[in-house]
């Protein structure tokens, strides 16, 4: 088994313990703040569940029908996942309006809180873990499975603290309006998460620092061309995609323009992991303004 689909299979386990956690969290205490907390870990699970389809689809080799690969489907699992988050807020935002409108004491504060802060600790840990393994292994799903647990922590850190005040003061109207004002910021994290998906699925370039370490490993390793230009480049899923073209002299023998290519794809694919490149190379008469100018042709 490939090991992004660990680490979801994994995500999946911890929603069910968190879950567990947080359901009887508000099973002791009544909370509606503590329900709400209990119902975002329902969507981490079907989240982390979309998680392993999409990775096990991003795994398939390419083939005929789908030459560049699969791995854009990780980029529907984190639009869902940024989905699930809003849909997430709005069920919190509802409750807590309901709420409003029918105050109760909270029983049990101290219990419940204790298993709250459990399952949040949990979360946070796991969400660390996916995160650093996402970008380690260059997985959109699980990163965005990563940042969405994160929210998930913010959230039990405003639910705690909502519980907590209520509990030491008595205002029962601090749980609904606290666990509003998270919902709050749930629904900003869930459109950056959507953003940063829908980005992918329309090809955007990637990252300047990125674009810039690219440029320099085409700079030290162009030597024997005049210049590239119309560089130009795109993520899919865990992927890179580069292409160029590269300016060689008009009289330089195709295998020796082609030893300059295999330098240069060899070296950008030892910067870069898991990336496609493509090289179209040029005369020098069809030079244009250069993305790189080497220094030496010689």
């Not at 313990?17 to 099973?27: D, E, I």
């Not at 459990?118 to 959109?140: E, I, Y």
């Not at 085409?218 to 005049?226: C, L, Q, R, T, V």
């Not at 002299?249 to 060899?266: K, N, Q, S």
């Amino acid at each position: 088994m490939i090991t992004t689909v660990r680490y979801a299979l994994g995500s999946m386990l911890i929603g069910v313990a968190v879950f567990a956690l947080k359901y009887l969290a508000y099973w002791l205490t009544g909370s509606t703040a503590l329900y709400s907390d209990a119902l975002e870990s329902i969507i981490n699970i079907v989240a982390a569940g979309a998680a392993v389809a999409a990775l096990r689809v991003s795994a398939i080799p390419a083939d005929a029908n789908h030459p560049y690969g699969h791995t854009k489907a990780e980029y529907f699992s984190a639009v869902a996942e940024g989905v699930l988050i809003v849909g997430a807020a709005g069920t919190i935002l509802y409750d807590a309006v309901q709420t409003l409108f029918d105050l109760h004491a909270i029983a049990a504060p101290i219990e419940g809180l204790a298993l709250n802060a459990a399952a949040t600790v949990l979360n946070g840990l796991w969400a660390a873990v996916l995160v650093r393994q996402g970008q380690r292994l260059r997985s959109p799903a699980l990163t965005a499975d990563g940042k969405h647990l994160y929210t998930d922590v913010v959230t039990s850190i405003g639910v705690f603290a909502g519980v907590a005040l209520v509990a030491l003061t008595g205002w029962l109207w601090l749980d609904p309006l606290i666990a509003a004002a998270v919902a709050l910021n749930i629904l900003w994290s869930g459109w950056q998460l959507v953003r940063a998906s829908l980005g992918g699925l329309m090809d955007e370039a990637v990252p300047e620092d990125e674009l810039d370490r690219i440029r320099t490993v085409i700079f030290e390793n162009s030597k024997g061309a005049y210049q590239s230009h119309d560089l130009r480049t795109r993520h899919a899923g865990r992927r890179t995609f580069i292409d160029f073209h590269l300016v060689v002299a008009g009289d330089m023998p195709v295998e020796r323009a082609h030893e300059i290519c295999d330098r240069l794809e060899t070296a950008l694919e030892n910067e870069f992991a898991d990336c496609t490149v493509t090289i179209h190379v040029e005369p020098e008469h069809k030079a244009e303004v250069a993305d790189v100018y080497v220094p030496t042709t010689t």
